[in-house]
């Protein structure tokens, strides 16, 4: 049987025909050492055809079908007119060894050409990779380099540029920015309560909340000058008259030490900075929601944005966080007390970031455990939804919180929780039109599949074949 090997370089698609069976069919070690050296190479492949690419640009479309595991047609073409006329795949009397097996599987689909893909297939790739440039006549010094090095650019720039409004890597940041931010600000914001609290230390006991202590501390300033003239500028800030109220009698009858208008301004610009930062909070916090909606809304959806995001953050990205199993996903973020807790050999903890979600938070603290690995399991269906999916929708993610409250339900009431099953099928038939109709027909198509015949059946069947062979 003849066997045909295809190269994908950057300048083009190359077959290459394998001379010596024998030395092919050989063990591994055989095929290994016939790359060794050009001429014992030369003596076992030759180049059977080759079309080179027309632009850098149709170069760039070619690789990005290679790497997707595409048959592109002008690959198709290409394979067509250089392998010998095929009647019937089964009865072909050659094969085609293919570095990537999706590429094969898409080249046996589109043209019903055999393929192989296995180590030997692998080895003499790798000696047409080493001395391409001898087989192929034309090329200049330096002229294939050139062709790698500026494939190689674009097809990065390519993949960098890919798809830039779900680009997870700026929740990571976000998020991290929204962690170092919520640590300065309470920092600072203690500053200022102790700074300016030895000017008006009662101010603490009637506002509780640091952002509006903040304000506040800039609209008193000297509570001596404090009058009734201020109680709209308080009402503002604190949403309630009493409360405004109850501030111009603490500065009234204030046990505070008395200011100098040098400390004074010098508080009052430090409290103008953490202000500004807290709103600054604030905006990031939406612009994170807004990214959110956009990467991964259902696990926003299911979890919560910043619990979400943690996740992203620390997986990496959300095709990680895709790929980890529910396991994982659970004590992401705990794993020091994992890791302790094998060496030692104590119990394993049973939460990592999704404790902060609020369903731990409304378990008992016998099913905590439990519905900890419930609420992983759902947010690794989310996060692959989420990735892998072309269309975007929070549906899935609102349905399977609805699972995640009524297993809770289940803990605490033993009302029988819907099936995982039934809420798919749910969304799938509330996203069909905005799919396109796909979920409709991947039901109908479930539904009007021919069953599985039963291990009785197919018995029955080799025992029948058996017996006319026997005949």
């Not at 059977?48 to 592109?72: R, Y």
């Not at 680009?167 to 920092?187: E, G, W």
Request: include cysteine; aromatic fraction near 8%.
């Amino acid at each position: 049987m003849a066997q045909f090997v295809l190269f994908e370089s950057s300048s083009g698609y190359g077959l290459f025909e394998t001379l010596d069976l024998d030395v092919v069919g050989q063990a591994l070690e055989k095929v290994q050492e016939t790359t060794q050296s050009a001429d014992k190479f030369g003596k076992v492949v030759k180049l059977h055809g080759f079309k080179p690419f027309t632009s850098a640009a149709n170069a760039l479309e070619q690789i990005n079908c290679v790497s997707e595991g595409v048959a592109s047609e002008d690959l198709q073409n290409f394979l067509e007119q250089n392998l010998p006329k095929l009647k019937d795949s089964k009865k072909a009397k050659f094969q085609l060894g293919v570095a990537d097996s999706k590429l094969g599987n898409s080249i046996v689909e589109t043209t019903k050409i055999p393929c192989v893909c296995n180590d030997h297939v692998g080895e003499i790739i790798r000696g047409i990779r080493a001395y391409f440039t001898k087989f192929v006549k034309g090329f200049k010094g330096g002229d294939y380099e050139k062709a790698q090095l500026g494939l190689a650019h674009s097809y990065s720039r390519a993949k960098v540029k890919f798809n830039v409004n779900r680009s997870d890597n700026m929740i990571i940041q976000a998020i991290a920015l929204i962690d170092t931010l919520d640590k300065d600000i309470n920092t600072f914001i203690m500053r200022v309560r102790e700074w300016y609290g030895w000017h008006f230390p009662e101010l603490v006991k009637v506002v509780n909340d640091n952002y509006m202590y903040a304000r506040l501390a800039l609209v008193i300033k000297d509570k001596a000058t404090l009058t009734d003239e201020a109680m709209p500028a308080l009402k503002e800030i604190t949403g309630d008259e009493d409360k405004a109220k109850e501030v111009i009698e603490a500065a009234k009858a204030s046990m505070g030490q008395d200011i100098s208008p040098v400390d004074m301004i010098n508080i009052e610009s430090f409290a103008k900075r953490v202000i500004s930062l807290a709103e600054y909070r604030t905006s990031l916090h939406n612009y994170l929601n807004n990214k959110m909606s956009v990467v991964a809304p259902n696990l926003g959806a299911l979890i919560g944005d910043i619990i979400a995001a943690r996740l992203i953050s620390h997986a990496g990205s959300l095709t990680n966080l895709a790929k980890y199993p529910a396991s994982t996903v659970q004590i992401l973020g705990a794993e020091k007390a994992l890791f302790r807790a094998l060496k030692t050999k104590g119990n394993t903890p049973k939460y990592g970031l999704i404790f902060h979600s609020t369903f731990i938070g409304k378990a008992n603290a016998r099913n905590k455990g439990r519905i900890s690995r419930y609420l992983a399991n759902k947010c690794s269906i989310a996060s692959r939804i989420d990735c892998f999916s072309d269309f975007q929708t929070t549906l899935f993610g609102e349905k399977l919180k609805d699972q995640v409250e009524e297993r809770l339900a289940f803990y605490d009431k033993g009302t029988a929780p819907r099936k995982n099953i039934a809420m798919m099928q749910e969304v799938i038939a509330e996203i069909g039109p905005q799919a396109g109709g796909g979920g409709k027909r991947k039901a109908t198509d479930s539904a009007t599949a021919t069953p599985k015949k039963s291990k009785k059946e197919k018995k029955d069947k080799k025992e029948k074949s058996a017996k006319k062979a026997k005949a």
